[in-house]
């Protein structure tokens, strides 16, 4: 299955994957960047505030999993090297509005991804979002 284009809700955020994009080297800029150790696989993301007091959505809440059962972070480095374009980095939320952001992963090369785990805060229970083992 694939859950891309589909919303999906944990909290008071609605979030919903746009697009999958493999195999980017770097992000940054010619001065300041972050090269990959594998490859950086970014995820882009709508997150929607659907409740009614402001909420911080950040990357370091959400996880990747492969086809083999590993279990991936977000690259904290490369996230803040991205600066505004990421808006995952502890981004405010106001009620009724949403950004788009994008999640980066550093992941080994030929990976196939199974799935995204997202969530509200650290202490939510997720929500799982198939990504079609692409």
Known sequence: ??????????????????????????VGDEYFGNTAQGQYVLIYVTVENIGDKARTFTAGNQTLY???GR?????????V??????????????????????????V?????LKALDLHDSVFSGGVTVPLGNR
């Open 71 to 79: 279990k991936f972070d977000t690259d904290g480095g490369a996230t």
């Open 66 to 68: 492969d086809t083999k």
């Open 1 to 26: 299955m694939n859950g891309i284009g589909r919303e999906y809700r944990d909290g008071k955020f609605a979030f919903t994957v746009t697009k999958v994009k493999k195999g980017v080297k770097r």
């Open 108 to 112: 080994p090369r030929g990976i196939r």
């Open 81 to 106: 090297m991205m600066g505004d374009e990421s808006k995952s980095f502890l981004e405010q939320i106001n009620p009724g509005n949403s950004v788009d952001g994008i999640l980066i992963f550093d």
